[in-house]
């Protein structure tokens, strides 16, 4: 069967005794999108992975994974899709060819071996492939871990938190993973507490908060919406008054001091602004620099901004 | 049907591989019984009315029963262990049948054991005790004591799957070291207080010790016993088919469930 969406839920409850881990989550996932669910700790995130991989039940509300019902048709979607999380791991006392094989001849794959091989080869474990995964490094076991959700090419890839305590160049392979499975036409639904992982990789994102989607949009809206953070640092004190006016004329946002640093920065949600540009300005308008900036949101910029508004929603 | 066998086969392999990457806690585990064995054979052996050797031909099958019984302890801490470290989980998410995983678990941990008694047997001959009975008995004997092991790996894995605490496996093992000590595995009920030989021998591991020493023909069926160890071989099939019709569908059950 076919359809649009990978993923489709609507109204997704779940509750662990009386806390409410969530409260009707509606998510639309186009096939062969990459979907970044960003929330902070505790919003719901993780349920919302285990609901959907089949580990946790819903109390309320429906869902279709690669067009089959979550409940109903469980064994369906388990054929469909491919998991890793903090929870879901491979086996500490096999290798990392051990648990391959495993897993490929639980997939009923006719050679698993070459499978194990080729995966391994893949994600540069193949020097490490005898020895048991317990004694990997984090990245290794990260990327043994996807690979492992890797073993028969699945639908749709939930990653749960995939890049949280790695290293930059283990974070950038797991990305570079997402990046060529997405080329392939696979779905992946990832889950992410940092807005520059979500922008790097995602089509879509999902911002979650307290057991319910707050917000939906491409990265660059979510950008827009806060704004990103422009700041020139000065050699001389004196010019700090002509640099804010630079900025008042390059942003459009009002400038703040910093006297102590001889800082000056403003907001702006103009997204064509580039650092070359900002420099050029700033030396046209005889601005000595000692250093330039243009910071993206952070993600706790995002969720403070955006659920400060819906609570003005409410209280309006 | 062929869904289960052919994924708990290959969970089975999953064990056996884990106890070849780490064959020294396996061999640690199989030294415990052995220097009770030696201990208990001649150390209290020296303090009872009935001779050495015959205790000793006495406790064998009593220290194979108790030794069976740990697969609570051990079906526990390795269910646990799986829960905590992800790795049900992530099994869970797989097309696999459901009862594949602890099916496999409970069949590979009945395959070391049975490896396991070996050398104890042979330290056991070389201390005096002797397969007195029928070849034939004896196969039944240990068929009957790997089917007790099994029955109890099950009650294990539920259990490890509902506390999924590694720890609580741990404070476990302290209980199923005092449970052989409540039945006649050690010691000769006879001579207890009405009461307490009532319950030392409805423990099943009476039955099941009862059973192996009369299949053995190392120590004849007491005289006046409860029902279970009077009729030892009916009654530690019976203890056996009602351990695994509780415990089987709920370990089967709580696995599928997942803790939602």
């Known amino acids: ?316 | 049907m062929s869904t289960l066998a052919f994924d708990g086969t290959a969970m089975l392999g999953r064990q056996l591989l884990r106890v070849r990457n780490n064959p020294a806690l396996v061999i640690l585990t199989q030294t415990m019984p052995i220097s009770m064995l030696l201990f208990f054979g001649y150390v209290f052996g020296s303090a009872l009315a009935m001779p050495g050797a015959e205790y000793r031909s006495f406790l064998v099958p009593g220290l194979l029963v108790a030794t069976a019984a740990n697969g609570i302890m051990t079906g526990m801490f390795q269910a646990a262990q799986d829960v905590h470290r992800g790795v049900t989980d992530r099994l869970r998410t797989l097309p696999v049948s459901r009862a594949a995983v602890p099916v496999g678990q409970a069949a590979a941990d009945v395959l070391v054991t049975a490896v396991g008694t070996v050398p104890f047997l042979l330290v056991g001959l070389a201390v005096g005790w002797r397969i007195e009975g029928s070849a034939l008995e004896a196969v039944a004997a240990v068929g009957l004591l790997l089917l007790f092991r099994f029955a109890c790996t099950w009650a294990g894995i539920f259990l490890g799957l509902l506390t999924r605490s590694e720890e609580a496996a741990g404070q476990l093992g302290s209980a199923t070291f005092m449970l052989p000590l409540l039945s006649n595995a050690y010691i000769p009920t006879d001579n207890l207080p009405g009461w307490l030989r009532t319950i030392a021998e409805w423990n099943p591991i009476s039955a099941l010790t009862t059973a192996l020493r009369e299949l053995f023909g190392n120590a004849p069926v007491p005289e006046g016993a409860a029902w279970p160890v009077a009729h030892p071989v009916a009654g530690a099939l019976a203890w056996c088919a009602v351990l695994l019709a509780v415990f089987v569908p709920l370990g089967v059950r709580r696995y599928a469930r997942g803790e939602g």
């Not at chain 1, 490929?104 to 080869?121: D, F, G, K, S, T």
């Not at chain 1, 994600?123 to 290794?140: I, Q, W």
């Not at chain 1, 900036?293 to 409410?314: G, K, M, N």
């Open chain 1, 1 to 316: 069967m076919t359809t649009t969406y990978a993923v489709l839920s609507e109204g997704l409850e779940k509750r662990f005794g009386e806390v409410r881990a969530l409260r009707g989550l509606d998510l639309a996932v186009p096939r062969g999108t990459v979907c970044g669910v960003l929330g902070p700790n505790g919003a719901g995130k993780t349920t919302a992975v285990r609901l959907l991989t089949t580990l946790l039940r819903p109390d309320a509300g429906s869902a279709r994974v690669a067009g089959h019902d979550l409940v109903r048709e469980a064994a369906a979607v388990r054929r469909a899709i491919g998991v890793t999380g903090q929870y879901a791991s491979v086996d500490g006392d096999l290798t990392g060819r051990q648990n391959l094989r495993l897993f490929a001849r639980l997939h009923r794959m006719r050679a698993p071996n070459e499978r194990a091989a080729e995966l391994l080869e893949r994600f540069g474990l193949t020097e490490a492939a005898d020895r048991p995964a317990s004694t990997y490094s984090g990245g290794m076991r990260r990327r043994l871990d996807l690979a492992a959700s890797l073993v028969r090419r699945p639908e749709i890839l939930f990653l749960d938190e995939p890049t949280t305590g790695l290293d930059p160049a283990s974070r950038g392979a797991i990305w570079d993973a997402v990046r060529e499975l997405k080329q392939d036409g696979t779905t992946v639904l990832l889950t992410t507490q940092y807005l520059e992982e979500a922008d790097q990789l995602a089509d879509d994102i999902a911002l979650v908060d307290r057991g319910l989607v707050a917000h939906t949009g491409s990265p660059a809206q979510f950008k827009a919406v806060i704004g990103t953070y422009v700041e020139v640092v000065v050699a001389d004190p004196e010019v700090l008054v002509e640099a804010a006016g630079v900025l008042d004329r390059l942003t459009g946002g009002q400038p703040t001091f910093d006297h102590e640093r001889g800082a000056v920065g403003a907001v702006t949600r103009d997204t064509t602004l580039t650092l070359p540009r900002l420099v050029r300005e700033l030396d046209a308008a005889g601005v000595p620099l000692l250093d330039a900036s243009i910071e993206p949101p952070t993600l706790d910029d995002v969720f403070l901004r955006l659920t400060a508004e819906q609570e003005q929603e409410v209280a309006a």
